[in-house]
């Protein structure tokens, strides 16, 4: 029983050892923490939590980028609409102008006799 309660006091200190040792050296580090920020004790949850903000900036970026590209594509397909149109316009007035233009002819109603 002596001996149970020697090697439980020593993996006591040990892992309390280990503890202050952590935190030191994470004190030590420079990472910039926002100041609401949860404080998690778990590295595991410390990246999970890291990985969640990353990922809805991802998210919000995408969605502007998204947001922006169809502002432009509309913008785009509207500008090729008014572009369609004045190009079928030309395109009538260019056919119907040498048609209106050119004097009647008369018919031929034999050829070779």
Same mark, same amino acid.
């Given at each position: 029983?002596?001996?149970?309660?020697h090697?439980?006091?020593?993996?006591?200190?040990?892992?309390?050892?280990?503890?202050?040792?952590?935190?030191?050296?994470?004190?030590?580090?420079?990472?910039?923490?926002?100041?609401?920020?949860?404080?998690?004790?778990?590295p595991?949850?410390?990246?999970?939590?890291?990985? &969640?903000? =990353?990922?809805? /900036?991802? !998210?919000?970026? %995408?969605k502007? @980028?998204k947001?922006? $590209?169809?502002?432009?594509? &509309?913008? =785009?397909k509207? /500008?090729? !609409?008014?572009? %369609?149109?004045? @190009?079928?316009?030309? $395109?009538k007035?260019?056919?119907a102008?040498?048609?209106?233009?050119?004097?009647?002819?008369?018919?031929?109603?034999?050829?070779?006799?």
């Amino acid at each position: 029983m002596k001996q149970l309660r020697h090697i439980l006091l020593a993996a006591s200190v040990m892992v309390f050892a280990n503890l202050a040792s952590a935190q030191a050296v994470n004190a030590a580090g420079t990472v910039k923490v926002d100041p609401n920020a949860p404080v998690y004790s778990d590295p595991i949850v410390q990246k999970r939590h890291a990985d &969640s903000v =990353a990922k809805a /900036e991802y !998210k919000s970026t %995408k969605k502007a @980028a998204k947001k922006k $590209m169809k502002e432009e594509k &509309s913008a =785009a397909k509207s /500008e090729m !609409k008014v572009e %369609k149109k004045e @190009a079928n316009v030309t $395109m009538k007035d260019s056919l119907a102008a040498p048609a209106a233009s050119t004097a009647p002819t008369t018919p031929v109603t034999s050829i070779g006799k």
